[in-house]
């Protein structure tokens, strides 16, 4: 069936590191990858997309990158700040379009 | 933060009666969506509508009922057959109806059923 898978489900950083959180899909048709962050008591929120047209997206410290032959995107946060603490979640179209279907979401701690 | 808005923020309401949530969009978008989000089980999709008079159930819509009669307006019902209603429920919006679009989500509505 549909399904996306994010890991790792928590992830705690040194403020300055790296993050990377990993995401694979089932259905290759899938063209379309968003990614969103929902800061505590908010609302989700989207931080940056790509489509199926292109391997790598960058905005600031912020980089997507995707492998369709493997079916996996990835979210890229460098120089990690307190403020980037919350949960991120992947997405993917599902069968058939007309829905996105999330990640179980990725809660990201960032130690000053 | 205009766009999405979904009423009320908070919700209580005793076993057994059914609960209606309301989500109201500005953005003439063609498709809205609901999701429940539980501790650690991420978004589940429930319902979604691409077009006004159509919807189509997600992964989760037992015990859930919903409408489009308006472009604006989407609202949720939680009958009695939702064995655990207790939740937080986002409503979305998308431009387009493909699921190739970002979705833009109103704050949500926590409901809790006692």
């Known amino acids: 069936g549909e399904n996306v898978e994010q890991h790792p489900s928590t992830l705690s950083v040194q403020e300055g590191d790296s993050a990377v959180i990993k995401c694979t899909y089932s259905?290759?048709?899938?063209?379309?990858f968003p990614w969103y962050k929902q800061e505590l008591g908010k609302r989700p929120q989207l931080i940056i997309d790509?489509?199926?047209?292109?391997g790598e997206k960058k905005d600031q410290r912020i980089a997507v990158t995707l492998n369709k032959t493997a079916k996996h995107f990835s979210l890229h946060i460098t120089e990690t700040q307190p403020e980037d603490s919350a949960v991120y979640f992947c997405?993917?179209?599902?069968?058939?379009?007309?829905?996105?279907?999330f990640g179980q979401g990725t809660e990201l701690s960032v130690k000053p | 933060d205009g766009g999405i808005t979904q009423s009320p923020k908070y919700l209580f309401r005793k076993e057994g009666q059914n609960v209606t949530l309301s989500c109201e969009q500005n953005?003439?978008?063609?498709?809205m969506y609901w999701y429940r989000q539980d501790p650690g089980q991420g978004l589940r999709l429930i319902y979604y509508?691409?077009?006004?008079?159509?919807?189509q159930k997600g992964d989760i819509a037992e015990g859930y009922s919903v409408s489009r009669e308006k472009k604006e307006s989407f609202p949720l019902t939680v009958t009695s057959a939702q064995k655990n209603p207790t939740a937080f429920y986002l409503c979305?919006?998308?431009?387009?109806?493909?699921?190739?679009?970002?979705?833009?989500f109103g704050n949500g509505t926590r409901l809790t059923v006692t």
């Open positions: 997405a993917a179209p599902g069968f058939q379009g007309g829905k996105l279907i």
């Open positions: 259905d290759s048709a899938s063209n379309y």
């Open positions: 790509i489509r199926s047209n292109v």
């Open positions: 953005l003439n978008h063609d498709a």
């Open positions: 509508s691409q077009i006004v008079n159509d919807f």
């Open positions: 979305a919006a998308g431009q387009g109806s493909s699921g190739g679009s970002p979705l833009h």
